[in-house]
């Protein structure tokens, strides 16, 4: 086993840590997963740091908080000069890949990756940039109820064309890197955009389930009595124009649990694609998303705020060759594994040229315990003032500005329904919580920023749109002239390249 392992990093989209056995939930129908976790590290309380898609990816890839690199929301340009650990892995001498959903927006669709093998499925453009000057406007582009009140079979969807594209080409790569001459370690990353809604999935994973294997939510509350931020998500998702029934979540549910398992059968294609080309013994896998989802809980639907279902996410790493199986109970988020990935690619991986906000947990992966902290950034649409987030042991701590602040036990109250922030007996924490608030973030410069940001992309993006577009979207190349058989190569020497293993 060399000491520079390759890894393969398995990422969902919207996989709330609720929705799989491995955590504790007694429906979803995850084999592969399961396995990975019975032989991996499973780190119970992991989170994003930002409830949405791009910015929880930005977050992770580099290493930081959204509001230090301007990663504000789905429509935020990824600055091309921040390191991510594509950069750093790659300079370290590793073939860094990417097969799938990363949501970047602008120009630079690479951020350090050698090769990149499909397209996204969403734009990057900044034509979904928020507006919080017009809040009550609700633009097309955002989540509706639609996902919920037509959930149910199909046949095809736009999602299941893009993730078979994903695994059959990361399968692909696999495969050739095997048969390469260049024998750098590599850095793999598979996204899938399952199970983000909208809620339908082909029949065959709807059969995997009958309505009655389907939990319901958990927790039940009027509007009324949601704190200020989640009934404005409720506004922004059009949930008060087009309200659900019990039928309607219980469909929208079971298609979540059949994506679900969609997700786990692409992950076994891509483990037993990796055992086939002989190189699982020196691979790390590992399996996180990049949020989660409310699934109904409170009345809320898909991600946006702080409550468990939308931010706590699964993280699994597999490599029973090198770490023990276990479970961590210690916090940790997306932001740490970026230091985690460069202490294990070794040394050289390690020239960090800016500051990290995450740490390593190599410590926690061989039995150590970890710092147990997680500190989370929302500054997209649903809100109209930063909203901000400190996890720590026990305790979840959640401000806005705008709102009353909120201040959850998640150990006696882990559905989050007792808000203690206005309890004479935790003041002291409340306000130790807001010390370090107001030592960590200066949310009024913050909010500057993030409407500065909004204003120039809106007009940058109507200026673009004017006369002649030119896209920014990856264009995946693929050279006919190099694939199969030519006459360019030596047919001996052809075939004995593509088989493998070598005779």
């Known amino acids: 086993m060399s000491d520079r392992p390759n890894f393969l990093i398995l990422m969902a989209d919207q996989l709330t840590a609720r929705a799989l056995p491995a955590y504790g939930n007694a429906v979803a129908k995850t084999p592969h997963i399961d396995a990975l976790a019975g032989a991996g590290v499973l780190f119970d309380s992991f989170y ?10 930005f977050s992770l890839l580099s290493g930081r908080q959204v509001s230090a690199i301007g990663a504000y929301d789905n429509a935020a340009e990824f600055p091309s000069q921040v390191p991510t650990f594509a950069h750093y892995l790659r300079h370290s001498g590793y073939r ?10 602008g120009a630079d669709q690479l951020h350090g990756f050698e090769k990149r ?17 017009r809040f009550s406007h609700r633009p097309t582009w955002y989540h509706t109820m639609d996902s919920v009140t037509q959930a149910g079979p199909c046949t095809r969807t736009n999602q299941i064309d893009f993730d078979d594209d994903v695994v059959f080409s990361a399968r692909q790569e696999l495969f050739d890197m095997a048969r390469d001459k260049d024998k750098r370690p590599f850095c793999m990353v598979a996204s899938m955009t399952h199970p983000h809604d909208p809620y339908v999935i082909p029949q065959a994973y709807w059969d995997r389930y009958t ?15 949601l704190d200020p931020h989640s009934r404005r998500l409720r506004h922004v998702c059009g949930l008060d124009l087009l309200p659900v029934n019990e039928a309607q979540v219980r469909n929208a549910r079971r298609a979540y649990y059949g994506a679900v398992s969609y997700v786990d059968d692409q992950v076994g294609v891509l483990l037993k694609a990796l055992a086939d080309t002989g190189m699982a013994e020196n691979t790390i896998v590992l399996l996180f998303a990049d949020h989660g989802d409310m699934l109904g809980e409170r009345g809320l639907w898909y991600k946006m705020s702080f409550f468990e279902p939308a931010c706590r996410i699964p993280l699994i790493v597999h490599a029973p060759g090198r770490f023990a199986a276990r479970r961590v109970a210690e916090s940790a988020s997306l932001v740490d594994i970026l230091p985690t990935l460069c202490e294990l690619a070794g040394p050289k991986a390690q020239n960090f040229v800016s500051p990290l906000d995450g740490q390593s947990l190599v410590p926690q992966l061989n039995g150590a315990p970890g710092k147990d902290e997680v500190f989370g950034e929302y500054l997209a649409e649903g809100a109209i003032a930063p909203l901000v987030m400190i996890k720590r042991g026990r305790y979840k701590f959640v401000h806005s500005p705008v709102d009353p602040d909120q201040l959850y036990d998640l150990r006696d109250d882990p559905e989050e329904l007792r808000n203690l922030a206005g309890s004479p007996a935790q003041s002291r924490l409340v306000q130790d919580f807001r010390a370090e608030l107001a030592q960590r973030w200066d949310l009024s410069a913050l909010h500057a920023a993030v409407t500065a940001s909004q204003q120039r992309r809106h007009l940058v993006y109507a200026a673009l749109r004017s006369g002649k577009y030119t896209p920014w979207d990856f264009q995946p190349l ?12 030596d047919l001996g020497d052809l075939e004995a390249m593509a088989r493998f293993p070598p005779i």
């Open 211 to 225: 309505h009655a294997d389907i939990d319901m939510p958990r927790v039940r509350m009027d509007p009324a009595e």
């Open 96 to 105: 860094t890949v990417l097969s799938g959903k990363m949501h970047f927006c």
């Open 478 to 489: 693929r050279d006919a002239s190099r694939l199969y058989v030519r006459n360019d190569q």
């Open 117 to 133: 093998l499909t397209t996204d499925i969403y734009p990057a453009d900044f034509g979904w940039t928020p507006d919080w000057a």
């Open 48 to 57: 994003c740091n930002s409830p949405l898609c791009a910015p929880s990816r």
